[in-house]
């Protein structure tokens, strides 16, 4: 059974930083390309970051460029994404995604940032 497993969010204050792990189960981590994705209420899940199997390729969203790193760890099943200079309108649920053959998800860790 495939699992994916958020943490570390919570609530900081705008500038601070913050970083997530995905936790992967189930299958073989280096061939899928893995994302983070965030949801607010009443929008569309918009695509943040994106990295291939073998990690050597990023892609990011334009409001998150420069801030936001993610990252992988094929032995550990572990994908990260590191959130720098957050901003009030990053505030989210953040899910992590696999996709290769099938897509999985991630039941999603709550970012909040506010004074």
């Known amino acids: 059974q495939v699992q994916l497993v958020e943490s570390g969010g919570g609530l900081v204050q705008p500038g601070e930083s913050l970083g997530l792990s995905c936790a992967v189960s189930?299958?073989?981590?280096?061939?899928?390309?893995m994302s983070w994705y965030r949801q607010v209420p009443g929008k569309e899940r918009e695509l943040v970051a994106q990295?291939?199997?073998?990690?050597?390729?990023?892609n990011y969203a334009d409001s998150v460029k420069g801030r936001f790193t993610i990252s992988r760890d094929n032995p550990k099943s572990t994908v990260y994404l590191q959130m720098n200079s957050l901003k009030p309108e990053d505030t989210a649920k953040y899910l992590c995604?696999?996709?290769?053959?099938?897509?999985?998800w991630g039941q999603g860790t709550q970012v909040t940032v506010s004074l």
């Open positions: 189930g299958l073989t981590l280096k061939n899928y390309v």
């Open positions: 995604h696999a996709r290769w053959i099938g897509n999985y």
């Open positions: 990295i291939n199997g073998n990690g050597d390729t990023t």
